[in-house]
């Protein structure tokens, strides 16, 4: 647990979340959850919504670069984000040629496009903790991030050594992203979910479901809406 604290505060700090500043923690909660759960169902109409979602998300960081909206969005989008919507499109483009009927005559295009997101998905993650005076060994870096070693070892043979199969590459492909879910996606949800709980209140229950959560907050909000609009002439819409 402890190497995963780490990760995650390196890499699923504010500055990685992809909404806007202002957006109300239990917006950000119900957005995350909704692309999380469809981003690993296995209806590929629902992953294909949740990486349209993601392109808006990226779309928010090119904003922010082009008008300089310093204090509205993160700097970037972040690194297993990126990654995890590479490997799903990856997974599509095989899904669709099986349905096709042509997964024998684009063996070679399939391949290249698994090989090509699960190097760059080694790459990314190990270079962030590369230093600029005491490069370390890639192996080393993935051994600390809990990385399994044979990914590290089928990225160097996609580069120097004989191109592994289909089936190898759509097997190495479904532990990346299993790998990203328990090290980034689950810490992200649970921290988001207990942030929420701590803004509603529910501190004493150890495991609270996000709809209980969201529910609770917009209760909540209707009732600041009533009271204000009733006894102050305030209304509801400032809320809204």
């Known amino acids: 647990m402890e ?8 890499e699923c700090g504010e500055s990685g979340l992809p909404f806007p500043r202002g957006l109300p923690i239990v917006a950000r909660l119900s957005e995350w959850s909704n692309v999380y759960q469809e981003l690993f169902n296995e209806d590929p109409q629902c992953q294909k919504h949740a990486l349209n979602r993601i392109a808006i998300w990226r779309c928010r960081v090119t904003m922010r670069l082009v008008f300089d909206l310093s204090n509205s969005v993160p700097q970037r989008l972040a690194t297993a984000i990126d990654c995890t919507s590479q490997l799903v499109c990856a997974q599509l483009q095989e899904t669709r040629a099986r349905s096709e009927g042509a997964l024998q005559s684009r063996d070679q295009e399939l391949c290249m496009g698994y090989a090509m997101v699960l190097v760059r998905f080694v790459n990314l993650l190990t270079e962030k903790r590369q230093t600029k005076f005491y490069p370390l060994p890639v192996h080393a870096i993935a051994e600390e991030l809990g990385l399994p070693q044979w990914l590290v070892e089928l990225r ?8 592994p199969s289909l089936s190898v590459l759509r097997q190495a492909t479904h532990q990346a992203l299993q790998w990203l879910k328990q090290e980034y996606w ?10 929420v ?7 004493g229950s150890a495991v609270v479901s996000v709809s209980d959560l969201l529910q609770n907050w917009v209760n909540q909000q209707t009732q600041v809406s009533f009271i204000c ?6 209304s509801t819409t400032t809320f809204s």
């Open 156 to 163: 160097h043979d996609i580069t120097h050594s004989t191109f």
């Open 186 to 195: 689950e810490v992200q949800q649970r921290a988001l979910v207990q942030d």
């Open 229 to 234: 609009h009733k006894y102050f002439q305030i």
């Open 3 to 10: 190497r995963t604290d780490r990760w995650h505060r390196c």
């Open 197 to 203: 709980s701590e803004l509603t209140g529910q501190r």
